[in-house]
């Protein structure tokens, strides 16, 4: 023990390692260092989990059912919620006043200030659903106090058939984000096996295998996806086409986390602590769950995060074609479908911009989270 | 203020790198004097700042490293002093200084050169942003450095790619840079440490010739205290950033002041004799039934390497087997085929059990192989590559264990005891690897080679990766261990002072092949063939009042017919 007055001294960054934290600390532990210093990417992390809460709970959050439509307010602007009226605390929207613009022949919408529709958190909602698919509930984040006809509560706007946007881009992103992490995690399932049996076993397998890959790659995903979503049946349960429609968009994403997965593989086979396993005795099933599983996990973790905008652009793409998903479900795809024509675009501009904000805001966020998990995912580089 | 003798004064440097926990202070307060025409050596173990202090003067820190505080005073050609802390670290100034006064070289040869260019692009380089020297005139001053530097067949090397070159030649080309302005001053740093050490003398014969005909000074850095003590005028000896002593050689070698410069040395000298230990233990009997008997062990890579070459040798029980040679000798393949990491395709391994019989390890059937593998254990080299990083060092060393059966309270009783056995506290169980530091981390290793009482232990250059104090401690730690557990050991080695300090016998490898095999102290002392007498001679000896390497003997493979010659040299 007399080394310890010799220890060579450290340089930079690995001074604090004298800390005694730091000492025992695992691998996701200094992971989660490594990653909090990524500002944007813990910031994204953030915005990740509000975005998956909303769409986990988007029956509560949603003020108005999707598909109820409303032929009174057929195209309606957004309405500014103000919180106070007379003075006094009363968040509330100003009822739509419209009148018929016999000129250009469409309907305009003025708010009269004179008549606040008195808005409230918690209220009750006017059908019973089941929060989570199983939680009955009858009350709402939030909703018009005593809605009478007339009024409305459209703070994104309403569309084509007056249902209101706010509450269909809520829905969607169910849809939308879930395809993501749907997909993703059959990439995993292909990836992870596909790409270890090309690792470990090596040889013509590999070789096959790594050809495929190209192949598959090598073909334009665009008109594949088309020719797939063609195949699928009209009357198939919208359910089903859901399920058809993430298996096509990872038909491509797993060939990027099988490459991934065999490099990885075929460095750390030759690294000295594997040998050192082996010599050990440990069966090399053992040695891929006990060392190299643990040692690629994290960067896997980074390529899958990677993977998920991916997936949903794919989706929204797919969508926006008319080719994936179909109304009546709604995912940000097909609301953008329903933004596609100059019209609406020119006369109703809130439709095309808030699934479009949705996707970029979830897109970026996921690519900054991906980019600081990737960064993080070799906790030991700096430190060895 | 200095004199005429001065070329380069360093006063009161410091060169601090901030980091997220505080001021990391890796050069603190150094001050020294370079003479002309003089070789000054600074030395330490790694981390003490040598390096950041040498690329201090050039302004060349890596960032966010920067100079604090400190005067460099550079005496130019012209008589003027310039104060190069001062320069902008972007500016003209200080180009105009680096490259044409004064010049660096860096340890890694590989990776100093740019692979994408000819070997004469690079050089003619310098010649044409400081002077302006192109064409012929340039191709033929270029042609004449090669020639100084002793490249063979300069016409033709001039238009070749790096990679074309070995590690030795590729060093020759980067001083052959560093030569092209004639600059005044050569900034070694540790230029011979990725080499081996018969190239190694070759280059430092070559700095010592250049620096003579040329007038330098060189500002050489090193760790090694051999190297220092055959071409140093001055030393300084560096510590955690900071001086702990300077001097001429001979002080610092026969009459160190300080307690830091007397251990290092004692380190040093500890290891130019064998071990204590070892001269007063009953010699092992030549006639007792060898534990592993080799014969013929051949392995040739898909590549046509022959990297075993009828390799036969045996190990005794309870002695010391060392291999040395140079890289690319074979030895690291030969100690893998032991254990059948890698297939030898001919010869056999013989190995005796603990009950008599003896297994072929060559041929033998897996489950033979995971028995063996209990009793024949290895100690990898890379302290960092060699331990998992994602588990503790409790897991680490019971992995053995566990895997031999060993559970629940006696597995942890026998993970601390054996933490003890190698001198960590077993508190420290807990701890990830990345919280140890190199010496630890190899004990780390030998811990779990132990783990499951094995009879042989190859350790594959298990000292190589450490500083030099920490060597012999660890080569007491293997010994006191054979003792203790009755080991043998075949221990892979290029540095020759740590096979003389600990081995029974040595066998020395090149290009695959065995080439003499005997007593340590025979084969030290009166070794018989010429590459065991070339690789003696050229082991820098740590006595500046008897230098050497430049008296040594050359090998020259081609008088005598052998197998593949290694890319060295």
């Known amino acids: 023990m007399t080394d310890i007055t010799n220890l060579p001294p450290d340089t930079g960054p690995s001074l604090d390692l004298r800390n005694k934290d730091i000492a025992v600390a695992g691998q996701w532990r200094l992971f989660w260092l490594k990653f909090k210093k990524h500002k944007i990417a813990l910031v994204s992390l953030v915005v990740i989990i509000f975005m998956y809460l909303v769409a986990a709970f988007a029956d509560f959050i949603a003020p108005l059912d999707p598909n109820a439509t409303n032929a009174r307010f057929t195209y309606a602007p957004p309405q500014m919620l103000s919180l106070f009226h007379d003075g006094s605390f009363q968040p509330n929207v ?246 596609q024509n100059i019209r609406a675009v020119a006369q109703a501009p809130w439709l095309l911009f808030t699934p479009a904000a949705a996707i970029v805001i979830s897109v970026l966020s996921l690519n900054f989270l991906g980019d600081g998990l990737r960064d993080a995912a070799d906790p030991y580089e700096s430190v060895s | 203020m200095s004199n005429n003798d001065t070329i380069l004064k360093v006063e009161n440097l410091k060169t601090y790198f901030p980091t997220r926990i505080g001021i990391f202070k890796a050069v603190d307060g150094v ?128 238009d070749r790619y790096t990679f074309e070159f070995s590690g030795g030649m590729r060093q020759r080309v980067m001083i052959a840079m560093a030569l092209a302005c004639n600059p005044q001053v050569l900034i070694a740093d540790e230029p011979t440490t990725a080499l081996d050490v018969t190239t190694q003398a070759e280059i430092l014969d070559l700095i010592k010739r250049l620096q003579q005909s040329h007038g330098m000074s060189v500002l050489f850095i090193t760790h090694d205290m051999g190297v220092v003590a055959e071409i140093a005028d001055e030393v300084i000896v560096m510590y955690r950033g900071k001086v702990m002593e300077r001097g001429p050689v001979e002080q610092i070698f026969h009459a160190p002041q300080d307690d830091y410069t007397r251990r290092l040395i004692g380190s040093v000298v500890k290891l130019e004799k064998k071990a204590e230990v070892r001269l007063t233990r009953p010699e092992i009997p030549a006639e007792a039934a060898p534990l592993l008997d080799v014969k013929n062990l051949s392995l040739t890579f898909a590549s046509g390497l022959k990297a075993v070459d009828d390799v036969s040798l045996i190990v005794r029980p309870g002695e010391t087997l060392g291999i040395v040679g140079e890289s690319g000798s074979g030895k690291t393949t030969m100690g893998r085929c032991l254990l059948r990491i890698y297939d030898p395709q001919a010869g056999a391994i013989a190995y005796r059990r603990p009950d008599g019989s003896t297994v072929d390890l060559r041929t033998a059937d897996k489950g033979t192989l995971k028995e063996v593998r209990r009793e024949v254990r290895m100690i990898f080299q890379d302290p960092v590559g060699s331990l998992s990083p994602r588990k503790t060092v409790g897991q680490i060393i019971a992995e053995p264990l566990k895997l031999a059966g060993v559970s629940g309270s006696e597995l942890e009783h026998r993970v601390a005891e054996l933490m003890r056995q190698v001198g960590l506290d077993p508190a420290w169980r807990e701890r990830y690897p990345h919280a140890f530091s190199g010496g630890q981390r190899q004990r780390i290793g030998i811990a779990r080679a132990i783990a499951v009482k094995p009879r042989l232990i ?56 065995i080439v003499e095999t005997g007593e340590t102290d025979q084969v030290v002392n009166n070794p018989q063939h010429d590459y065991t007498r070339a690789l003696l001679s050229a082991i820098p000896h740590p006595d500046p009042r008897d230098r050497r390497i430049h008296k040594r003997f050359r090998y020259d493979p081609t008088l005598k017919p052998s197998g593949t010659v290694s890319a060295n040299g």
């Open chain 2, 458 to 513: 190859i350790a594959d250059e298990a000292t190589s990766a450490l500083d030099v104090s920490l060597r012999s401690q660890m080569l007491d730690l293997m010994m006191s261990l054979q003792d203790q557990l009755g080991l043998s050991y075949v221990f892979i080695s290029h540095d020759m002072s740590v096979i003389r300090y600990m081995c029974d016998r040595v066998a020395v490898m090149y290009s695959g092949k």
């Open chain 2, 31 to 158: 001050s020294f004097e370079l003479k002309r025409g003089k070789t000054l050596c600074v030395v330490g173990e790694s981390g003490s700042g040598k390096s950041v202090t040498a690329r201090s003067i050039l302004q060349i820190v890596d960032r966010p490293g920067r100079i604090e505080d400190g005067l460099i005073e550079l005496t130019r050609a012209d008589g003027s002093v310039t104060d190069l802390a001062k320069l902008d670290p972007r500016g003209k100034d200080i180009r105009s200084v680096r490259g044409k006064e004064i010049a660096m070289i860096f340890q890694e040869p590989m990776s100093s050169l740019s692979p994408v260019h000819r070997i004469g692009t690079q050089i003619g380089e310098a010649l044409r942003i400081h002077f302006g020297i192109r064409g012929q005139a340039q191709r033929a001053r270029v042609l004449e450095l090669l020639k100084q530097v002793e490249i063979p067949r300069p016409e033709t090397a001039i």
């Open chain 1, 94 to 339: 100003k009822q739509l006043k419209m009148t018929l613009n016999t000129e250009s022949m469409r309907r305009e919408f003025q708010p009269d200030p004179a008549k606040p529709i008195p808005v409230g958190f918690f209220v009750k909602a006017a059908q019973p659903y089941d929060l989570l698919g199983f939680i009955p509930m009858q009350t709402k984040l939030f909703g018009l106090t005593n809605p009478q006809i007339g009024d409305s509560l459209y703070i994104f706007g309403a569309d084509r058939l007056g249902r209101d946007i706010f509450s269909r881009v809520v829905h969607g992103a169910k849809i939308s984000l879930s395809i993501g992490l749907v997909g993703v995690f059959m990439s995993l399932i292909l990836g992870v096996t596909i790409g270890g049996i090309s690792g470990f076993f090596g040889g013509w397998l590999d070789l096959g295998i790594q050809r495929g890959i190209e192949l598959l790659r090598s073909i334009p995903t665009i008109p594949l996806w088309m020719g797939l979503a063609a195949a699928i049946p009209v009357g198939w349960p919208p359910l089903r086409t859901y399920f058809i429609i993430t298996l096509i968009v990872s038909l491509i994403g797993w060939t990027s986390l099988a490459r991934e997965v065999r490099g990885k593989f075929l460095s750390l086979r030759s690294e000295d602590f594997v040998i050192a396993a082996r010599l050990d005795g440990m069966s090399e099933i053992g040695i891929i769950f006990n060392h190299l599983v643990p040692s690629f996990m994290s960067h896997i973790i980074a390529t899958l995060t990677l993977a998920i905008p991916s997936m949903i652009l794919a989706e929204t793409a797919l969508s926006f074609l008319g080719i994936g998903l179909q109304p009546p479900i709604i995912s940000w795809g097909v609301l953008l479908q329903e933004a």
